[in-house]
């Protein structure tokens, strides 16, 4: 059995912590950004056509109300959450994404 109070166990912990959070900011970034990815996948198979232009702007918009603020939202929280990150980081994500939806729209 591993000794968590231990100062390897404490190493432990610290790798295993980087690790999740490694793993929760990506996922949390793709999960608002899948929107624009499938649709952007389904753009580049259509012909120039009204629905071309139409998916376009579908496409414009989605990047303007989920990537960008969420772009500055992933950058936000990991600086937030390496000072004070006693919870979980998809609360800090999330937070932080409402709080730049209301700033940039």
């Given at each position: 059995?591993?000794?968590?109070?231990s100062k390897n166990g404490q190493r432990l912990i610290a790798s295993g912590n980087w690790l999740w959070s490694?793993?929760?900011?990506?996922f949390s970034f793709f999960i608002i950004n899948f929107?624009?990815?499938?649709t952007a996948i389904i753009l580049f198979n259509l012909k120039l056509s009204t629905t071309y232009t139409v998916l376009l702007v579908i496409v414009w918009?989605?990047?303007?109300v989920f990537t960008i603020p969420g772009l500055v939202a992933s950058y936000a929280a990991v600086?937030?959450?390496q000072i004070n990150g006693s919870v979980s980081f998809f609360k800090y994500?999330?937070?932080k994404w409402f709080d730049f939806q209301k700033n940039y729209l």
């Open positions: 059995m591993i000794n968590l109070k490694l793993f929760t900011i990506n929107p624009v990815i499938l918009l989605m990047l303007s600086q937030e959450w994500f999330f937070k």
